[in-house]
């Protein structure tokens, strides 16, 4: 196997979890929203916040993946392009938003917080979209 | 009571501060890792990315079309990246087409609904071109 198939394997295993885990945590701070009986929103929140610390820190290490994987290319042409498009913005969006999290931990009131998780919902569907074009330039069109 | 939703308000917008400093050192972080290393590593085949003046031809049609669609995982120079290098392929006019066309199991996905018969000639064509 040559070196770019096995960051191709790893890149390809490692991007599952931030994509994974902001989806998670996006589903489970919207349950904390709306279930407001503690302790249930208290745990709600808590596993939301960590599942989003663990995809923070796996999107690092996707990104380092894929920068070696892609020659350190960060625009590219084609599906490449259309990768990072959404890649960069969804990246600088999910450490954001973690940064945000850390540092109110949970002294935020309910209107931050609904406008954190329209912002958790877009950083989803960046990531979300990162990966739909990594997996056209892999097996698309079949 | 008042004193408390100050007190939340300056740790959100504290948070918003950060967040944002948090979210622009970490695209400095891999875009800056990313030119410092690129300028560092030879590309294959010997040469440093970004080809001199002198050497600069304008592009083929299928040199576009490769730019275009091939080259994210076959490379600029076509020397591979996530794809293997296309130089010096052993395969006839019909199999180049074909496996543009159609793929190839597990690696290379399809093209044939993306481009069209004269587009695929085209890099045809110019995967032609690239020897040894």
């Not at chain 2, 408390?4 to 948090?22: D, F, H, K, N, Q």
Request: hydrophobic fraction near 50%; charge should be positive.
């Amino acid at each position: 196997m040559d070196i770019n198939a096995s960051w191709l394997r790893i890149h390809g295993g490692v991007t599952h979890f931030p994509i994974a885990l902001i989806v998670a945590s996006l589903l489970f701070d919207a349950a904390g929203h709306v279930i407001r009986r503690e302790p249930h929103a208290h745990e709600l929140r808590a596993a939301g916040f960590y599942a989003l610390l663990f995809a923070a820190a796996a999107a690092f290490a996707s990104v380092a993946s894929g920068l070696v994987l892609a020659g350190w290319e960060t625009g590219g042409r084609g599906m490449l392009a259309e990768h990072h498009a959404f890649l960069w913005p969804g990246f600088a969006l999910l450490v954001g938003l973690a940064a945000w999290r850390i540092v109110v931990g949970r002294e935020t009131s309910r209107r931050a917080f609904a406008a954190y998780l329209v912002f958790t919902i877009l950083a989803a569907a960046l990531m979300l979209g990162a990966g739909y074009w990594g997996g056209e330039m892999v097996i698309g069109g079949r | 009571m008042a004193d408390s939703e100050a007190r939340t308000l300056s740790i959100e917008v504290r948070g918003v501060i950060i967040a944002l400093v948090a979210a622009v050192v970490s695209l400095g972080l891999a875009f800056g890792t990313a030119a410092l290393m690129s300028a560092r590593t030879p590309r294959r085949g010997g040469t440093v990315q970004g080809a001199p003046p002198s050497q600069i031809v304008l592009a083929t049609p299928g040199q576009r079309l490769f730019l275009a669609n091939c080259s994210p995982c076959h490379g600029k120079d076509a020397r591979g990246l996530i794809g293997p290098d296309l130089h010096g392929l052993k395969l006839s006019d019909e199999q180049i087409s074909a496996t543009i066309t159609n793929g190839r199991k597990g690696g290379m996905p399809a093209f044939g609904k993306r481009l069209t018969p004269s587009e695929i000639r085209a890099l045809d064509a110019y995967v032609r071109t690239l020897k040894e």
